[in-house]
């Protein structure tokens, strides 16, 4: 695995609308209320923001990251290799994207497709780019 840059990227804090303790590098979404997310449940409704950079419980504050270096987890559903790009699974995990709503860029592989790899996420300026 290559090593893991922190600190290169663009965190904003928001507050956990539920318990996020068990979703730290995963992708999260806005939630209902604002200046809070919550989970992120797949890749079309609605888009994830970024990738949750710490673990909160309900209330508490949540950083996420919405541009640059991150690590996220991967979804048990296939491998990713270098330079695929990613979206949110229905867990808020990553897997390769096959549509529009292109979260980042996997800067190394995960053969198993369950662990934890670096990613680039990207601003979401460029987001909604249309089909790969």
């Known amino acids: 695995k290559m090593a893991y840059y922190s ?3 663009i965190d ?6 539920g318990d996020l303790n068990s979703y730290q590098y995963c992708f999260v979404k806005c939630a209902s209320t604002s200046m809070r997310v919550d989970a992120a449940t797949g890749a079309c409704n609605p888009v994830a923001i970024g990738v949750l950079q710490n673990d909160p419980y309900s ?56 662990g ?9 300026s460029t987001l909604v780019i249309g089909t790969k």
């Open 7 to 9: 600190g290169m990227g």
């Open 12 to 17: 904003i804090p928001f507050s956990a609308s």
């Open 59 to 114: 209330g508490d504050s949540a950083t996420v990251r919405v541009a640059g270096i991150t690590k996220i987890y991967c979804d048990a559903g296939g491998a990713i290799t270098y330079g695929q790009l990613l979206t949110s699974a229905s867990n808020g995990k990553a897997v390769v994207s096959t549509g529009s709503h292109i979260m980042g860029l996997a800067l190394e592989a995960d053969s198993s497709g369950c």
């Open 116 to 124: 934890c790899i670096s990613m680039y996420l990207w601003p979401m």
